[in-house]
């Protein structure tokens, strides 16, 4: 959770409601899922893909989204997400600073950028940064295959020390 008031300086977004995605059916018996991963880009459709996906194929992953790196840090404040991951051309705040107001709140989640902006174009920025995986956006179901195994092993890996 967020201990600063980093997230509150932006009014923006002052009341968004992060959308909530949940992988696992709505059925009462079933379990929650294993995985709570907070999923933050400008253009809705692309956290909305990620959801639909991870539904159809049955992950255990529940998929918070908000539209803002602002909007992000409130949904952080409130939830326990055990993975991040941001657009990097994002408008108020690109996915970088976004990465830097999260570790200034004290957050030690992975960080996935998940983007159409090119390695080599922000390659300083994401080595600098500690960014703990990166993978080029696009529409198709490897794509969001390779998102999901990155955040299950982004997780497994970074247990404790995403820094």
């Not at 909305?48 to 918070?64: H, K, N, P, T």
């Amino acid at each position: 959770m967020l201990t600063n008031d980093y997230a509150a300086s932006n009014t923006q977004d002052a009341k968004a409601t992060p959308h909530r995605h949940d992988s696992t059916s709505t059925d009462a018996t079933r379990m929650a899922p294993s995985l709570t991963v907070l999923h933050v880009d400008d253009h809705p459709e692309f956290v909305d893909l990620s959801s639909i996906y991870f539904d159809r194929i049955g992950a255990d992953v529940e998929v918070l989204t908000a539209t803002s790196a602002a909007e992000g840090l409130r949904v952080l404040q409130d939830s326990d997400v055990a993975c991040v991951v941001s657009d990097y051309d994002m408008p108020g705040m690109d996915g970088i600073e976004f990465l830097d107001a999260i570790r200034e709140a004290g957050l030690d989640v992975p960080f996935i950028l998940f983007t159409n902006v090119a390695r080599a174009d922000i390659d300083t920025d994401v080595t600098a940064r500690c960014v703990t995986a990166y993978l080029r956006k696009s529409v198709g179901v490897e794509t969001y295959t390779k998102l999901l195994n990155r955040i299950e092993e982004a997780v497994s890996s970074c247990r404790g020390d995403c820094t």
